[in-house]
């Protein structure tokens, strides 16, 4: 048994040797995948909301939410949805793993951060149900009152509906060809005070739920976004990166990333999803403020300034000092 802690952002993604356990048919276009380590150790820690980067036999690398049981440290579940305009990730998850393959995980990763809270409501859009499902079972093992709005396009396409039978009383189904979308307007109409939000699925829904609990109180919204939010370009302006720890200085130009730059001069970092959305290049900020341009941070978050993504963001003023 490892004794490490529940993975944090910016400790640093681990990488493993896995193979795929198991397969299993969830719901149309859905495919649960369940993983374990190639020497059968038992896996990292992780808290619900926390992620994985499953890197295929292709080299394609792609991002999934951990929707098993943090308590079975034997395997990882994850569940993949066969995209329309798939890249290549959830195709190969869909028409060629099979059990007993090789593959590579990075992780886990808790960006989505599953705090304590008097009272949970929980909002899932298709596949946005995978990092949800692990938070209502604590939440219902804590025996905190929550509540689950769940929505998709049809019963058939919505994954791990005979995991939430148990909860019948507390889950609300909103399969979209037979009773409309998830009517976020009488959800959220009401603030209830002491009650966080957790949400997850496609940009559509993140965004009307931002809007629709905009007059709840500060930091009661929490979201996990699978893409980054459309957002107008940024004019860029050359900057000075201080790497602390490394010693050197580099110069980033308007047209780089900080990520990319450093990349460029051999330092130590990271990066994957390369559009602030998976959490892992991210760095401490020693001095200097970031201009945050990532999809992770709550405005909490950045009103503390401490860490930023460098694949994304970049400086209010001309020079960073980064951890690195
Ligand atoms: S590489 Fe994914 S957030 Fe920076």
Same mark, same amino acid.
């Given at each position: 048994?490892?004794?490490?802690? %529940?993975?944090?952002?910016?400790? !640093?993604?681990?990488?493993?040797?896995?193979?795929?356990?198991?397969?299993? #048919?969830?719901?149309?276009? $859905?495919?649960?995948?369940?993983?374990?380590?190639?020497? @059968?150790?038992?896996? %990292? %820690?992780?808290?619900? !909301?926390?992620? $994985?980067?499953?890197?295929?036999?292709?080299?394609?690398?792609?991002?999934?939410?951990?929707?098993?049981?943090?308590?079975?440290?034997? !395997?990882?579940?994850?569940?993949?949805?066969?995209?329309?305009?798939?890249?290549?990730?959830? *195709?190969?998850?869909?028409?060629?793993?099979?059990?007993?393959?090789?593959?590579?995980?990075?992780?886990?990763?808790?960006?989505?951060?599953?705090?304590?809270?008097?009272?949970?409501?929980?909002?899932?859009?298709?596949?946005?149900?995978?990092?949800?499902?692990?938070?209502?079972?604590?939440?219902?093992?804590?025996?905190?009152? #929550?509540?689950?709005?769940?929505?998709?396009?049809?019963?058939?396409?919505?994954?791990?509906?005979?995991?939430?039978?148990?909860?019948?009383?507390?889950? #609300?189904?909103?399969?979209?060809?037979?009773?409309?979308?998830?009517?976020?307007?009488?959800?959220?109409?009401? %603030?209830?005070?002491? +009650?966080?939000?957790?949400?997850?699925?496609? *940009?559509?829904?993140?965004? =009307?739920?931002?809007?629709?609990?905009?007059? #709840?109180?500060?930091? =009661?919204?929490?979201?996990?976004?699978? &893409?980054?939010?459309? &957002?107008?370009?940024?004019?860029? +302006?050359?900057?000075?990166?201080?790497?602390?720890?490394?010693?050197?200085?580099? +110069? $980033?130009?308007?047209?780089?990333?900080?990520?990319?730059?450093?990349?460029?001069? @051999?330092?130590?970092? +990271?990066?994957?999803?390369?559009? !602030? $959305?998976?959490?892992?290049?991210?760095?401490?900020?020693?001095?200097?403020?970031?201009?945050?341009?990532?999809?992770?941070?709550?405005?909490?978050?950045?009103?503390?300034?401490?860490?930023?993504?460098?694949?994304?963001?970049?400086?209010?003023?001309?020079?960073?000092?980064?951890?690195?």
């Amino acid at each position: 048994m490892t004794s490490a802690a %529940p993975a944090r952002p910016g400790t !640093g993604a681990v990488e493993l040797p896995m193979v795929v356990r198991q397969l299993r #048919w969830e719901a149309a276009g $859905v495919v649960s995948v369940e993983l374990c380590a190639a020497d @059968g150790r038992d896996l %990292p %820690p992780w808290r619900p !909301g926390a992620h $994985v980067e499953l890197v295929l036999p292709t080299g394609i690398a792609r991002q999934y939410s951990l929707c098993g049981s943090p308590e079975d440290r034997s !395997g990882y579940r994850i569940g993949v949805l066969r995209e329309r305009a798939s890249r290549g990730g959830s *195709e190969y998850v869909h028409a060629f793993l099979r059990p007993g393959q090789p593959v590579r995980v990075r992780g886990p990763q808790d960006n989505f951060g599953f705090h304590p809270a008097p009272a949970y409501l929980f909002i899932a859009g298709g596949i946005g149900i995978t990092p949800i499902l692990p938070m209502v079972r604590q939440a219902a093992h804590q025996g905190v009152p #929550w509540r689950l709005a769940y929505g998709g396009r049809a019963a058939a396409s919505m994954a791990f509906l005979d995991e939430l039978r148990p909860y019948q009383e507390q889950v #609300w189904l909103y399969p979209e060809d037979r009773v409309g979308r998830i009517p976020l307007n009488e959800w959220l109409d009401q %603030p209830r005070p002491g +009650t966080a939000i957790y949400a997850c699925g496609p *940009e559509p829904l993140l965004a =009307a739920v931002e809007d629709g609990a905009a007059h #709840w109180e500060p930091g =009661a919204v929490h979201l996990e976004r699978f &893409k980054a939010r459309p &957002k107008p370009a940024l004019p860029n +302006t050359e900057i000075e990166v201080v790497c602390a720890r490394s010693n050197r200085t580099v +110069t $980033v130009p308007a047209d780089r990333s900080v990520l990319s730059a450093l990349e460029d001069e @051999g330092l130590p970092v +990271t990066g994957s999803c390369r559009e !602030g $959305v998976c959490g892992t290049c991210e760095t401490r900020v020693l001095e200097g403020v970031p201009e945050h341009r990532d999809d992770i941070l709550s405005a909490e978050d950045r009103a503390v300034g401490d860490r930023m993504f460098p694949c994304v963001s970049r400086a209010r003023g001309s020079r960073l000092v980064l951890d690195i």
